[in-house]
T-cell receptor, first 109, second 118 residues
Framework: KQEVTQIPAALSVPEGENLVLNCSFTDSAIYNLQWFRQDPGKGLTSLLL?????REQTSGRLNASLDKSSGRSTLYIAASQPGDSATYLC????????FGPGTRLSVLP | GAVVSQHPSRVICKSGTSVKIECRSLDFQATTMFWYRQFPKQSLMLMAT?????????EQGVEKDKFLINHASLTLSTLTVTSAHPEDSSFYIC??????????????FGPGTRLTVL
């Protein structure tokens, strides 16, 4: 059974800092991995999708890496802004779609 | 933790038929449920947001007459794909937000339904 964990559970940083969110999964037999952003009262916003054959994806200030063999992914956020405050979820798509518990990020102005 | 179930987990249907997918919150009341779909090798995309007792809000590009959403109770939302076509084949996942959780926002996700239209 696939299990997905995320570290840290919560993070509070001052504006402008670079930060890394971690995602780990137990079963490396996956099709892809996605990072989402979740804002209060809203649905998920997809940030980055990494196929199992890929190592990295970039979008603006976001960079996500995938090491399938070790069951790890990281989301790097450069020059964080208060608008980045949200919960960040990783989700692994294998036999089922399994989400991690999320990292709640607060970027302080 | 809170559990959200979806039924069926997989469905295969013929083109032109309608398919109903159920999303249930098993141990909590969900004032809001979200429906997503994911096409092969693409990101999961939000389709619509449904609030109990009111009409669903659809995302741009999602046909509300084709994807009928009913959120008739605090524990059940249904998505009906009407007159399904092969291009509707996708992975559909719902999530439910608990009522009066006291936190800013907690959503729980169903395991998804894989629809194949022949």
């Amino acid at each position: 059974k696939q299990e997905v964990t995320q570290i840290p559970a919560a993070l509070s940083v001052p504006e402008g800092e670079n930060l890394v969110l971690n995602c780990s999964f137990t079963d490396s037999a996956i099709y892809n991995l996605q990072w989402f952003r979740q804002d209060p009262g809203k649905g998920l916003t997809s940030l980055l999708l990494i196929q199992s054959s890929q190592r990295e994806q970039t979008s603006g200030r976001l960079n996500a890496s995938l090491d399938k063999s070790s069951g790890r992914s990281t989301l790097y956020i450069a020059a964080s802004q208060p608008g980045d405050s949200a919960t960040y979820l990783c989700a692994v798509n294998g036999q089922n779609f399994v989400f991690g518990p999320g990292t709640r990020l607060s970027v302080l102005p | 933790g809170a559990v959200v179930s979806q039924h069926p987990s997989r469905v295969i249907c013929k083109s032109g038929t309608s398919v109903k997918i159920e999303c249930r919150s098993l141990d909590f009341q969900a004032t809001t449920m979200f429906w997503y779909r994911q096409f092969p090798k693409q990101s999961l995309m939000l389709m619509a947001t449904s609030n109990e007792g009111s009409k669903a809000t659809y995302e741009q590009g999602v046909e509300k007459d084709k994807f009928l959403i009913n959120h008739a109770s605090l524990t059940l939302s249904t998505l009906t794909v009407t007159s399904a076509h092969p291009e509707d084949s996708s992975f559909y996942i719902c999530s439910a937000r608990s009522r009066g959780s006291g936190s800013t926002d907690t959503q729980y996700f169903g395991p998804g339904t894989r629809l194949t239209v022949l």
